[in-house]
């Protein structure tokens, strides 16, 4: 865990500021009337954190970082400007994916920087890396799928026990063996493990439960971000992370249900038989 | 009580907090909650900032801006998104009631 003594009092407090933003965001969203004051009061204290991070932390590399930053703030406002509204599923599907990436590189270049970590935050390396790796390759599929690049239809792998035990397996390896060692080396290979893992989790679903397990992944990003907060010592993401780690659960049920349609089904039924086919 | 109880207290309480705050969201506002929630985790993008202000070689500052990067995408992205769908939602409320008068009067 970073030290988070060097987060001055001001800045924590900022963050909570943040932080609450984010809860009458999601419960703005949550009612017809106030769902798009909630998305601004949201995107506001979104802001509010990142300036709060640059006049705290003073990172290093500002100008790269700004840069990075314009890009992605450009090729993000454009992309969702623009998009048809049809295709807008699929690109909040893609969104949802670089955010779990994004968790992912994090919490291994985190893991690089701790020479001497303890087992706590290996674990929430190990956690951050496989949950976020396996949001990202999952919503590129689901991406495929809603944009008809990906047969929508469930895809079942020959030999499904086979492959479906040994990369679980290996996975499990990669992860046990991150935590043990605590190597950037092993960081690497469960992540790319996990990519595996998140194909094989999203291929067998169907085309109209696409848009349920797309609800999954972004819980799942959520999660996982907050597992970086715990292991960089940062009570926002952790705050924001299990908030959508949370709500992003229910809505998954409350989405399955308003379809009739059970997670468990949509996640494995491809699996088990046609007869989920459709 | 020691920072690992604290962080885990808060896990606890966000959880909890997360669930009740949209328990009541209706059927038609679930996809744009679904984008809404999704822009929050962008917030990443501070975690990114603060492992990418840490860099000590070039392979680590290019990965960190690469997750810089994409946690922008993410935030920016999914809260202009958000923005728009309800943007639709609301076009689509005034343009029923023209609608409706003719038939009314017919």
Known sequence: ?278 | MTEGVALLTVFVLSAFTGYEVISKVSTTLHTPLMSGANAIHGIILIGAILVTGRARDTVELWVGLVAVFLATLNLVGGFVVTDRMLEMFRARTPARTPARTPRRHG
Not at chain 1, 97 to 116: K, M, N
Not at chain 1, 226 to 245: D, H, K
């Open chain 1, 1 to 278: 865990m970073a030290d988070p003594t060097t987060t001055p009092g001001w800045a924590q407090i900022g963050y909570l500021v943040a932080a609450v933003c984010f809860i009458l965001a999601l419960r703005g969203l949550a009612a017809p009337r106030t769902s798009r004051i909630g998305n601004l009061v949201g995107a506001a204290g979104a802001v509010l954190a990142v300036a709060l991070t640059f006049a705290a932390v003073r990172p290093a590399h500002l100008l790269p970082i700004l840069v990075a930053i314009a890009l992605g703030a450009a090729v993000g406002a454009v992309a969702a400007r623009r998009v048809v509204m049809t295709a807008m599923p699929q690109l909040v599907a893609l969104f949802n994916g670089v955010g779990g990436a994004s968790a992912a590189l994090v919490a291994l270049l985190e893991l690089g920087g701790f020479a001497d970590a303890g087992v706590g935050v290996r674990i929430a390396v190990a956690f951050t890396v496989l949950v976020g790796a396996v949001s990202f390759a999952g919503s590129l599929v689901t991406f495929g799928k809603l944009q008809d690049w990906v047969p929508g239809r469930p895809i079942v792998v020959p030999h499904t026990r086979l492959v479906y035990g040994g990369v679980l397996g290996a996975t499990l390896a990669a992860a046990v063996t991150t935590v043990v060692l605590g190597s950037v080396v092993f960081g690497i290979v469960l992540a790319v493990l996990s990519l595996g893992v998140g194909v094989l989790l999203v291929l067998p679903v169907g085309g109209a439960d696409v848009p349920i397990v797309v609800s999954l992944l972004n819980a799942f990003t959520g999660l996982s971000v907050a597992a970086s907060g715990y292991l960089l010592g940062n009570a926002l993401l952790l705050v924001a992370g299990t908030l959508v780690g949370a709500a992003g659960t229910l809505l998954t049920r409350l989405m399955a249900q308003a379809m009739g349609r059970s997670v468990t089904t949509i996640l494995f039924g491809g699996l088990a038989g046609p007869s989920t086919q459709g």
